[in-house]
């Protein structure tokens, strides 16, 4: 009987997602032991403070303007990641050392997240394959990114490295996924304009490794799209304007006063 439950498609589907979920409560678990460290306390130094001297909603624009504060001083001093600087200066343990154990949740949730997003589009709205079979290859390689990662630690329990690659590489799957489908669909919509627009700043302000891949697909998919016959001139512009604003994010990050002084 167990053999003819797992001959269809999503049943196998679902004993994966089930054999995934249990494969991620150690990790989950571990969480709750969790604490800041190292640069956690760096790059969170303005924020907490802006925390503990603002009551109630009131905090939530000094918070912010702590953050970006925070982000401005490492761009002149350090490296100019500078988003990646302000979603560093927002982890949620800045209110209470209690809540480190979500920094493991959210990382985890924006790589499954953009895997499954990813999959999803590519594998099964492009490519053709089932949504059972998508999901089933994108739980698998995800089972081996998760368990055999080289440091955990960086990956998914430490914020400052974990946020700027875990975090950003999910956010950098989903914007793939979008300029694919866009580029399949032969239109791009306000709505999904905009997501990838956002995203696309983002990532400009990022880490690296990110950065660079980013930069390199982004530079390939326009000249693809202004060279394609099968684009509409609309479809070009909003390609081009996209680029635009990511490359002057990514000027603005490597011509950082901090990266010539490290």
Known sequence: RILDWMKEEK???????ACFGISLLPILALSFFNHP???DFNYGILT?????????????IPILKAAVQRSVNLWHS?????TFAVIGALRPSIFTEKLTFTHTFILLGLFIGGFVYFSKIVLHRILGLSKHVAMIIAVLVMTLCIQYVP????AFYWWIGSIGYTGMFGVMLVLFAMLFLCKYEKRITAKRMAAMTAMAFLLS?????????????????????????????????QITVMNVIFFAGFILNVAAPGNSRR
Not at 48 to 60: D, W
Not at 78 to 82: A, M, V
Not at 151 to 154: I, T
Request: hydrophobic residues 50%; aromatic residues 12%; charged residues 20%.
């Open 11 to 17: 049943n196998q589907e679902r004993f994966l997602w």
């Open 37 to 39: 460290v190292m640069d």
């Open 48 to 60: 907490h403070r802006a925390f503990m001297e603002n009551k109630g909603f009131g905090c939530i």
């Open 78 to 82: 350090w490296q100019g990641t500078f």
């Open 151 to 154: 440091v955990g630690l960086e």
């Open 205 to 237: 302000g990022g880490m690296y490794p990110i950065l660079l891949l980013t930069a390199v697909l982004l530079v390939l998919n326009l000249l693809d799209v202004l060279i394609g016959k099968q684009y509409e001139k609309i479809m070009k512009i």
